[in-house]
Structure formats: C-alpha cells, structure tokens
C-alpha cells in the first residue's frame, strides 16, 4: 500500500469515526427540549398552583389557556421526536420556545432556560438528522 493509500483509508475511517457518534450526541441534545417541555406541559395540565399562580399573576396569561398550552406544547415536541417530523417539531419548538422568551423578555424574566432548549433542539436535530447537515454543511478546512 502506498502512502496516500493510507491517508485516504485513515480519513474514510476517521470520517465513520465522527459519524457515528453524531446521532448519539445529538439525540443526547434532543432529550434536553423534549424532557423540558414535557415536565413544562405536565406541569400545566396538572394544575400545580405553582404553576397556576405564574401564569396567571407573573406572566398574565388566563388559567383557561393552561390546558390549550400544554396540548400545544406535547404535540410540537411529539412532532420534534418523531425522527420523519423531526424538522416540522423543531420549527414549531422553535416557535412555542420563541414564545417563552417572549413572554419571560416581557416581564423582564430570566428567558435563557428558554432559549437554551431552542439551541439544544437544533444542535440535537443537526447532529441526528443528515438532511439538516447537507442542507446546513459547516465550512472544512480544504
């Protein structure tokens, strides 16, 4: 075998490398969004007086709209778990968490947990979904 021979096995091989541990990592990252909006919506339809009681006071929103919440929150991360509609879930994760910040920006709330989980839900899906990194391919050194 000739030298660049070897190079090129050892590239193809490091390349297998990288790619496998990717999906792991990023359904890691995944779990993050899906684990915190799923506690988020229990949270709501339990109606935790905690829970009742910042919404409706701290955030201004109407306890009626709890429930309509939640649902709207179990079926954007369902969406976004579900690996043939992972990528309709993260925009609409991306919009419910848009939302957050919003909401917590208004009141001059702390909105990081917010914009993390939206962070997490994007880095989760580029690294477990291949259409994501061909369409949005990081730059390689030549």
């Known amino acids: ?14 390349t297998k490398a990288t790619k496998r541990w990717m999906p792991i990592v990023g359904w890691v990252l995944s779990a993050l969004p899906i684990f915190g909006m799923v506690l988020s919506a229990s949270m709501k339809l339990m109606h935790k007086p905690d829970m009742v009681t910042m919404f409706t006071g701290k955030f201004g929103w109407p306890e009626n709209d709890l429930v309509l919440l939640a649902i709207l929150e179990l079926t954007c991360i369902a969406l976004y778990a579900i690996p043939q509609t992972a990528i309709l879930g993260a925009v609409l994760v991306t919009g419910y968490l848009g939302g957050a910040v919003a909401t917590h920006l208004r009141i001059a709330d702390n909105f990081t947990p917010a914009l993390v989980l939206g962070i997490c839900a994007w880095a989760g899906l580029y690294l477990r979904e291949p259409r994501i990194r061909a369409l949005l391919p990081l730059r390689q050194n030549a």
């Open 1 to 14: 075998m000739t030298t660049s021979t070897l190079a090129a096995e050892s590239t193809v091989s490091e």
